[in-house]
């Protein structure tokens, strides 16, 4: 289940990265800013999310005959499970924020809503997987919840473990990934060396491989620093200790503009927001769905240049049209009566 449509992924992406670094500067006391302001791009990805909720709903209970629309009912039910899920993530991050500004309250108390987040999640991923619907929030959440409890003592001081230990449920997931990551890359290089593999299955491997090395690699990076930062092994700045995820955070956003698949409740809108944007805005659709093509096949071999914004279109119908009178010429003529000649 989507936490949004891939559009959407693009803004938590960006309030991600400008959360991290004003966090990170805020703790080096680089500004004086309160915590409340600092969540600033955390409250607005929840706003995003409520807002979109709620205009998704209300489409839905005022035009009944859109819920005829394939699988409306599956979509529908997704959005809401995934508003529920960031309300609960909400509480927790209000409860966070106050936590830092006051300090009344024990983390473990601040952790709760989390940990009941992993729990839920766990049946909210065997249901996305029975719908076939994505669930990376909620997958993310539910790997993590023996994590979520070892910081919470460490922060409250109920265990005084080193901060390598706490996070010994962190440094197996990375294991994991980067088994993940090698795959990935063994994968790539022996389609790249296929040559009965087409191009396009190739160039997209490669791709999936650069991706996942950019977005694991800093992660674990991130993490060594964090730990020896926490412990006190290191003097590194807590900016300097995060840049590592601001190329995973770019990571993100780059792969978001190629996800696919998406809830099409969110707003409202009931198709995919390409379409959506491209429905707004006509002259976008226009220029997207013409192909130009700097050099003609004919006026190459004659060593003249088309001008600029020739489209390849009717050639490559002139093309097919030639291949096509080519295999009619080639076909073998069968009478439809058979009539014998007499001796």
Known sequence: MESTWHSCKFLVHVCLMIFTALFALRLDGTVQWSYWTVFI???FWKF???TGATVGSYVWWRYPHFRLEGEAYVHYKAMLISVALHLILLMFELLVCDKLESGRHLWILVFIPLIFISIVSI???IWAVKHDRSFELELFCSVNILQFIFLALRLDGFISWSWEVVFVP???LMCLSLVGVLYTIIFAGILLRAPEVNPQRKRTS???????TFLVIPILIFQVLLANKLDEDISLS???????LFLSYCTLILMSFGAKGGNRWWFGIRKDFCHFLLSLCPFLQEYANIAYSLQNDEAARRGQS???GMVDAPTSDMKSDKRFKKTELLKPVVPVI????PD
């Open 48 to 50: 995003m999310v409520i």
């Open 123 to 125: 049946a909210v991923c």
């Open 41 to 43: 791009p955390i409250w």
């Open 170 to 172: 962190l440094w197996i």
């Open 338 to 341: 058979s009539i014998d000649m």
């Open 238 to 244: 807590y900016i300097g200790v995060v840049s590592p």
């Open 206 to 212: 490669f791709n999936s491989a650069l991706g996942y």
């Open 306 to 308: 088309v001008p600029e």
